[in-house]
């Protein structure tokens, strides 16, 4: 079964780097994935998608502070130089035929 | 610029019936998948329902398979969902999303579904 696995929270001080973690299950560790951040109160919005290799490809207008990573089965989400506004939920997602699958997603606190 | 608007979301009984409706602007709509996902209060996202370009291919997540229906109008840039038997567990922010390959490059802003007597 496709599952994806966040830690529930994440801190990080203001100005300082965070990476978040998204883990696919056992015999998913090929599947590219998304990132999707969700800022209070409003609906979510695309960072990127993130390869097994570590390529990614980022949407419209997502600053150069957001990076993605991957090692096996984990895809990464890295955030330098954190402002206030980056505090917020993140997502992961992925695919398989016919469905969309999220990661319970990390809440991130910026200190 | 790419626009999603949904509308349609309200307060309905349990048992009860639905429409979503989704108003895309900004892009050629006949050429990209649609999606629609929700949220329940406080809780995190949850893929709902697929479509592809011309309706040949449709999936739904379990939770809804036999009481949603999605649909779309490519002539009105408009993507649907038929909500029916709604529950209360149903009761969620319900987006429509843009699919880019395989990952959803862009949502609109939602709409609020409460079932509750």
């Known amino acids: 079964q496709l599952v994806l696995t966040q830690s529930p929270s994440a801190s990080a001080s203001l100005g300082a780097s965070v990476k978040l973690t998204c883990t696919l299950s056992?015999?998913?560790?090929?599947?590219?994935i998304a990132w999707h951040q969700q800022q209070p109160e409003k609906g979510p919005r695309y960072l990127m998608n993130?390869?097994?290799?570590?390529?990614?490809s980022k949407g419209d207008g997502i600053p150069d502070r957001f990076s993605g990573s991957s090692s096996g089965a984990e895809r990464y989400l890295t955030i330098s130089s954190l402002q206030s506004e980056d505090e917020a939920d993140y997502y992961c997602?992925?695919?398989?035929?016919?469905?969309?699958?999220f990661g319970g997603g990390t809440k991130l606190t910026v200190l | 610029e790419v626009q999603l608007v949904e509308s349609g979301g309200g307060l309905v009984q349990p048992g009860g019936s639905l429409r979503l409706s989704c108003a895309a602007s900004?892009?050629?709509?006949?050429?990209?998948?649609m999606n629609w996902v929700r949220q329940a209060p406080g809780k995190g996202l949850e893929w709902v329902s697929y479509?592809?370009?011309?309706?040949?291919?449709?999936y739904y997540a379990d939770s809804v398979k036999g009481r949603f229906t999605i649909s779309r109008d490519n002539a009105k840039n408009s993507l649907y969902l038929q909500m029916n038997s709604l529950r209360a567990e149903d009761t969620a922010v319900y987006y429509c999303?843009?699919?880019?390959?395989?990952?959803?490059?862009?949502w609109g802003q939602g709409a609020l579904v409460t079932v509750s007597s």
């Open positions: 999303a843009r699919a880019s390959g395989s990952f959803l490059d862009y």
């Open positions: 056992r015999g998913h560790s090929s599947y590219a």
């Open positions: 479509i592809s370009y011309s309706d040949r291919s449709i």
């Open positions: 993130l390869n097994s290799d570590g390529s990614h």
């Open positions: 900004g892009f050629t709509f006949i050429s990209y998948e």
């Open positions: 997602q992925t695919w398989d035929t016919g469905i969309r699958v």
